[in-house]
């Protein structure tokens, strides 16, 4: 597996998919570009889900959020682009991405994303 920076996200089967399990990912070093500064943003990325078929391969989930370093994007844009990239990949039964952005301007920002398999 590559060591740089990809959007491709790899997954793997489900070793229980009878039984409902929770998977916590926390990605506490999160960086991104604002669109309309330039300036780094800096965020603590955690995901949250319950997984139906394939599982995500945390390697390439971090080499995945790598890519956004260089990126500009709002934090609403880059949080939902984040969650639509692993229903995608995953389909999972349930899932919440949450991107809790730093203080910037003497405002944090929480963005909250859940989606349910329906």
């Not at 603590?44 to 260089?70: F, G, H, M, N």
Request: charged content about 20%.
């Amino acid at each position: 597996m590559s060591t740089q920076a990809s959007r491709e996200i790899q997954t793997f089967p489900n070793p229980n998919p009878g039984r409902d399990f929770e998977i916590q990912c926390v990605c506490p070093e999160f960086t991104n570009v604002c669109p309309m500064t330039g300036q780094p943003d800096f965020a603590t990325i955690t995901i949250t889900y319950v997984p139906d078929q394939r599982c995500i391969e945390l390697k390439s989930l971090k080499l995945y959020l790598w890519a956004y370093r260089d990126e500009g994007g709002f934090h609403e844009a880059v949080t939902n682009q984040i969650a639509d990239d692993l229903i995608a990949s995953l389909d999972p039964r349930r899932i919440t991405v949450v991107g809790a952005f730093n203080v910037r301007g003497g405002i944090t920002t929480t963005v909250t994303v859940t989606h349910l398999k329906e």
